[in-house]
């Protein structure tokens, strides 16, 4: 890679790891107001208009916390914890490709923070060490109950990314690679012509049931409601996050959002085609064929477009998190776990056992 | 038994359905429900009252701040008697009563005034039982004002300044403010 190549990715990082940070933050937002306008409600409508200046006023409040430390707490651990939750958080959107590339002559950006072939490994290898944050802040609180959340969460995650990983499987079956790129390349059609097809090579259609229980992972991997038992307020005062206060609660609530936002980007890649949209082939065409931009700008305006389906996707999905969230009342321990190890991951090895023969006999590639 | 209300309702117990136990049609069910009151939220008016630029109508017969009234020449009519003080039933009214000079008689209406009338608002309890012993029509309770909130014990110990009504009628209580005999005929006579 060239130098001016090398800095172009270099922004891309950075612009990544900001988008990330403002989607968390207007996740924060986002969430009051969706769970007010669910249940009848106004939602905060003070700080600018709309209430949109309302995360600049959270921030400053956590800021300006007094940052209190519990007698007994192991000072570094506790301070380290929330640190480790949001640098996790942050990483693993590292390697979501947000769109193809751009060409401006001979340099082509890719719009993905960094391209590595096992891109789905790391994503699971980091969100599993994300528990690690939990794990540390619980602990060092020394409170029972934190400590408490903590287990939960660690034995949580442990659970249901078996089951997420073995419906993994079923999709890496079918497009032989771990590279998230190759993955979304793989869910398009090429081909002329009028055809809705392009939503049908999304792999939600060739694996409904593996969706489902990803899906249903997910949730209880970014611990959110109705699996948010980490945190279980009824049961556990605050869970994990009991004891801390000012900035360092702030980063625990934040690397939540980072996590839904990465999920959601996570399964758009997976499941409903990533950067790819309906019709996109025709779009190009008409873009080079039919107005007078250059090869490289109709090419751009192309890939630009499929950004923007990619965070439609994002929003969307996003979106549902929170849905679900103000709908659906928590689960209870026994039956979060009833249903990660005797439902899901069954479920998930069935789903392998059918693509296998699916693949086999020829019926999906 | 014989039921008695013959509201009972007999309860059997049965096993789940295979949908039931999948539980995924109840969740699209509760989504379904929420959604529409997403929508309802953002499209109807919503019921909530934001409360410092809209405020809640007030009862007509609501019994808030006291007011003094003026007569129609725009004289008080308080004549310090203590009525309201001894029908006071938290003993929160307090008055001097003075005599009035010579050249004051566009001032107070009567010849004895009230040189000071305080109402402690940490006492009253908002009866209206000064109201209904008035019987010169002066003290008033209004029906669109409360005591505000303050930091001090002794800003609520209202005094003239803040208890007499205004000269000018236009800065006087806009809503619910409840007229004297005297007004109310001068009303109708303008009005007729």
């Known amino acids: 890679m060239t130098l001016p190549a090398l800095g172009w990715q270099g922004l891309v990082v950075l612009a990544t790891f900001g988008i990330s940070l403002l989607i968390a933050t207007y996740c924060t937002y986002a969430e009051r107001v969706i769970a007010a306008f669910l249940q009848d409600r106004v939602g905060p409508d003070r700080a600018?208009?709309?209430?949109l200046l309302q995360p600049l006023a959270d921030a400053v409040k956590l800021f300006t916390k007094e940052e209190f430390f519990p007698a007994g707490a192991n000072r570094a651990l506790f301070v380290f914890g929330p640190c480790l939750a949001m640098i996790t958080a942050l990483m693993s959107s590292a390697v979501i490709p947000f769109g193809n590339f751009l060409k401006f002559g001979d340099t082509e950006i890719h719009l993905q923070g960094i391209e590595i072939n096992v891109g789905m490994l790391y994503v699971f290898g980091i969100v599993s060490l994300g528990v690690y944050g939990?794990?540390?802040?619980?602990?060092?609180?020394?409170n029972k109950f934190s400590l408490l959340g903590a287990i939960r969460a660690a034995s949580q995650n442990i659970?249901?990314?078996?089951?997420?990983?073995?419906?993994?499987?079923?999709?890496?079956?079918m497009s032989g690679t771990l590279s998230l790129r190759e993955i979304t390349l793989q869910q398009t059609h090429v081909g002329g012509g009028w055809h809705l097809s392009d939503i049908f090579t999304w792999n939600v259609f060739k694996q409904p049931l593996g969706f489902i229980i990803f899906i249903v992972c997910a949730f209880a991997e970014t611990n959110r409601t109705p699996f948010d038992l980490p945190e279980c307020e009824t049961e556990l005062i605050g869970g994990y996050h009991t004891e801390y206060s000012s900035m360092k609660m702030g980063l625990y609530l934040f690397a939540e959002y980072v996590n839904v936002f990465v999920a959601t980007a996570v399964m758009s890649v997976l499941y409903f085609g990533g950067f790819n949209y309906p019709f996109q082939y025709e779009f190009l065409d008409f873009l080079t064929n039919k107005t007078s931009l250059s090869a490289d700008w109709a090419h751009n305006i192309f890939v630009l477009m499929g950004v923007v389906a990619m965070f439609a996707k994002i929003f969307t999905g996003i979106f549902f998190f929170m849905w679900v969230r103000w709908t659906l009342p928590r689960f209870r321990y026994d039956q979060l776990m009833r249903l990660g190890w005797t439902i899901l991951i069954p479920l998930a090895i069935f789903n392998i056992l059918l693509t296998g023969g699916l693949i086999t006999f020829g019926v999906i590639q | 038994m014989e039921s008695l209300s013959k509201r009972a309702k007999v309860l059997t117990k049965k096993p789940m359905t295979l949908a039931e136990r999948a539980y995924l049609p109840a969740i699209f069910q509760g989504l379904s429900i929420t959604m529409q009151h997403f929508f309802r939220a953002a499209t109807k008016k919503q019921v909530t009252i934001r409360y410092p630029e809209e405020t809640r109508p007030f009862s007509p017969v609501f019994r808030g701040l006291h007011v003094l009234k003026r007569d129609e020449k725009g004289r008080e009519r308080c004549t310090a008697c203590g009525l309201c003080a001894v029908a006071c039933p938290a003993e929160a009214i307090t008055m001097v009563a003075g005599e009035r000079k010579k050249g004051e008689e566009n001032?107070?209406?009567?010849?004895?005034?009230?040189?000071?009338?305080?109402?402690?608002?940490?006492?009253?309890?908002?009866?209206?039982?000064?109201?209904?012993?008035?019987?010169?029509?002066?003290?008033?309770l209004q029906a669109d004002k409360m005591a505000p909130p303050r930091f001090e014990r002794d800003e609520f110990i209202y005094g003239k300044d803040r208890l007499v009504e205004p000269v000018a009628p236009d800065l006087r209580s806009k809503r619910g403010i409840q007229l004297t005999p005297e007004q109310a005929d001068t009303l109708r006579t303008q009005t007729a």
């Open chain 1, 48 to 51: 600018g208009p709309f209430g």
């Open chain 1, 134 to 142: 939990i794990m540390i802040g619980g602990w060092a609180s020394n």
């Open chain 1, 159 to 173: 659970s249901y990314e078996l089951a997420m990983g073995l419906a993994l499987i079923a999709v890496l079956m």
């Open chain 2, 107 to 140: 001032l107070y209406r009567e010849e004895k005034y009230a040189v000071s009338y305080e109402i402690n608002m940490l006492r009253c309890i908002f009866c209206g039982l000064c109201e209904e012993a008035c019987p010169k029509a002066a003290v008033y």
